[in-house]
């Protein structure tokens, strides 16, 4: 009787335990839910919020319908929610996106879901927002367009030979994962010197896994996106120590040159200090941006062609335009930066893609302090969502927002704050330039070759974390007569 009444007092005390814990932790996550004078909106289910909304919009592929429905609902640019059990606000428009692209380091930081930081896990112990900063510090001498202008010839030159191995002598083809073996050889050259095709395919299945889970649900086990996500990490991470090992014994032999990638800048870089970074700080952020290099400009090349298929009369002007650069070159001659230049229409073209099929659909930020915008307090600590959508399809700021029309961008183009399809302010994306050279090279090579017929008329599009079609573009092939 007695060991009964001792099990029972350890069964009470454990239940008693478990129902504290819940109970402070569910008062915990409720108070920052709490303010005066929020936002008008709803927070949705406890612990789940609007999450599930909020996902589903992009998997039924309308993204922007979480966030036009509540402007509707709530007759205001900005409304509260939760996302991934977060409170949040989500800034709507141009005024929105002023506010935040100005106000950062100010009033809010960068912020991203913990999932991020267990794929990308610094080596120094730091958060990913914390790396990213340094990171940002370090790119624009490489990724300014005077830096990128002799690449433009190499990534040419990779594009004739992508196209020759897998496009050319066939009938049928599916786009996107072509357009994402495509950008990644490039962002392996660029980046590391990879450029051996058996190399880079070798890194093609581990990004692929990195990309499905970075923003998954946080649920780290056997089989989930999250967990073959970090597996992907440990092994990239590995393959790339190997690489950067070998790479500072070329450089201190005379094997490879200073200047020849961002891999031999970051081994030669000193911090304040006069410190050079770690191999696995480096491994960390080639791991970045090989991920940022990439995804982003692959879906773009996609939905490109997508919608010069669904468009002859624009295709036709991209070509005629592509055809007078091909026509003056010399035999094997690559393309240099004079030529990008004249791809005025060819840019618009990528542009109004851009704003309807954006890769960045919006970004978080997190309230340093408590704030006021548009007459509502937004409680430090908060996060703070911006939608590309609220402006892209937008009538305010687009008129005939669903129309496919590249005129938008002569002259002076869209109004400041409305078209932010690389973000904007000090976190505007430091590759800008980098993509719009890989996405005019990409259209040079690919109208020049054929013309083409998508298989799949009104393919859903599903967006997850990152706009694709479903079935992910196939096309059939006509290419140019000689």
Same mark, same amino acid.
């Given at each position: ?8 007092? &350890? ?209 780290? &086990? ?44 970051? &081994? ?204 992910? &573009? ?9």
């Amino acid at each position: 009787m007695m060991e009964v009444n001792m099990y029972a007092a &350890l069964l009470l005390s454990f239940v008693s335990f478990v129902t504290i814990s819940l109970f402070g932790m569910v008062y915990k996550h409720l108070s920052h839910f709490r303010g005066n004078n929020l936002p008008p909106g709803k927070f949705g289910l406890p612990f789940l919020g609007e999450t599930l909304h909020f996902l589903r919009s992009g998997w039924d592929g309308h993204p922007e319908k979480f966030i036009f429905d509540r402007i509707s609902a709530y007759s205001s640019q900005v409304f509260k929610t939760s996302i991934l059990a977060e409170p949040t606000a989500v800034f709507c428009g141009a005024p929105g996106n002023k506010f935040l692209f100005s106000n950062e380091n100010k009033l809010v930081t960068a912020w991203w879901p913990d999932s991020v930081n267990k794929v990308f896990p610094s080596s120094l112990q730091t958060s990913s927002k914390e790396e990213a900063k340094k990171m940002r510090k370090m790119l624009p001498n490489f990724l300014k367009p005077e830096a990128l202008q002799r690449y433009i010839g190499m990534m040419d030159e990779i594009a004739h030979r992508h196209f020759a191995m897998s496009w050319e002598n066939k009938d049928e083809v599916v786009v996107f994962p072509l357009a994402k073996r495509f950008t990644f050889w490039l962002a392996c050259r660029v980046f590391v010197s990879v450029q051996d095709p058996d190399h880079v395919a070798k890194f093609a299945d581990p990004f692929n896994d990195i990309a499905s889970g970075i923003f998954s649900v946080p649920i780290d &086990l056997p089989g989930t996106p999250l967990n073959k996500a970090k597996h992907a990490s440990n092994f990239i991470r590995k393959e790339l120590r190997a690489i950067i090992k070998q790479r500072k014994l070329d450089l201190a032999e005379g094997r490879a040159s200073a200047t020849q990638d961002i891999l031999s800048h970051m &081994l030669l870089a000193t911090d304040e200090d006069g410190k050079h970074m770690n191999e696995m700080d480096i491994a960390d952020k080639i791991l970045g941006l090989l991920i940022g290099g990439h995804d982003t400009a692959s879906a773009a090349c996609t939905f490109i062609v997508k919608y010069l298929a669904e468009l002859p009369d624009v295709y036709e002007r991209v070509y005629q335009e592509q055809m007078e650069i091909a026509n003056s070159k010399a035999p094997g001659e690559l393309l240099n930066w004079d030529d990008i230049q004249k791809m005025r229409y060819s840019w618009n073209v990528a542009c109004e893609v851009l704003r309807l099929a954006p890769p960045l659909q919006g970004a978080f930020r997190e309230a340093l302090n408590d704030f006021i915008f548009n007459g509502f307090s937004i409680p430090k600590g908060w996060k703070i969502y911006w939608s590309a959508h609220s402006t892209h399809r937008s009538a305010e700021y687009f008129p005939e927002p669903e129309k496919f029309d590249p005129s938008r961008y002569d002259g002076n183009g869209p109004a400041p704050y409305t078209f932010v399809p690389f973000g904007g302010g000090p976190r505007m994306c430091p590759g800008k330039e980098y993509a719009r050279l890989e996405i005019l090279v990409f259209m040079h090579n690919v109208v020049k070759r054929f013309k083409w017929e998508n298989l799949i008329p009104d393919e859903k599009i599903v967006v997850d974390p990152m706009p694709m079609p479903a079935k992910g &573009l196939p096309v059939r092939l006509i290419p140019h007569k000689a």
